[in-house]
């Protein structure tokens, strides 16, 4: 359920932006471009359309983004903590200097060494 809301959230904000695109603030817009008389939607009843859609719109992603929240999937483990508390406490600290060996290793005899002698 929690895949589908997401997917009609996804829907719902991209129609919503699209509306938005085509809208002007000023007057121009889609409403605009339908300049002769004889259609069937005027002008003024074009801009309604769009800022109706825009509300409809508005309203469904609030409601499907408060609705979503009861979908949201939760572990079945009692008191278990989240992913980031545990890359937390399982981080490695940038600060700590690493333990490099101080003594310098031994030759085992038989062994050469990068230069070629014993």
């Given amino acids: 359920m929690y895949a589908l809301i997401t997917v009609l959230l996804?829907?719902?904000c991209i129609l919503l932006v699209l509306i938005v695109l085509v809208q002007n603030s000023k007057g121009g817009g889609l409403a605009s471009n339908f300049q002769s008389s004889n259609q069937i939607m005027g002008v003024r009843k074009?801009?309604?359309f769009l800022e109706k859609a825009t509300w409809v719109l508005a309203a469904l992603l609030l409601v499907l983004s408060i609705g979503g929240t009861a979908f949201i999937p939760r572990d079945a483990k009692a008191g278990a903590q989240s992913e980031i508390k545990d890359q937390i406490q399982n981080a490695v600290d940038p600060n700590q200097v690493p333990n490099f060996p101080?003594?310098?290793?031994?030759?085992?005899p038989g062994t050469t060494t990068p230069s070629g002698t014993n």
Avoid: E, G, K, L
């Avoid at 101080?102 to 085992?108: E, G």
């Fill in 46 to 48: 074009t801009t309604d």
């Fill in 102 to 108: 101080t003594a310098a290793p031994t030759q085992t």
């Fill in 10 to 12: 996804i829907i719902v």
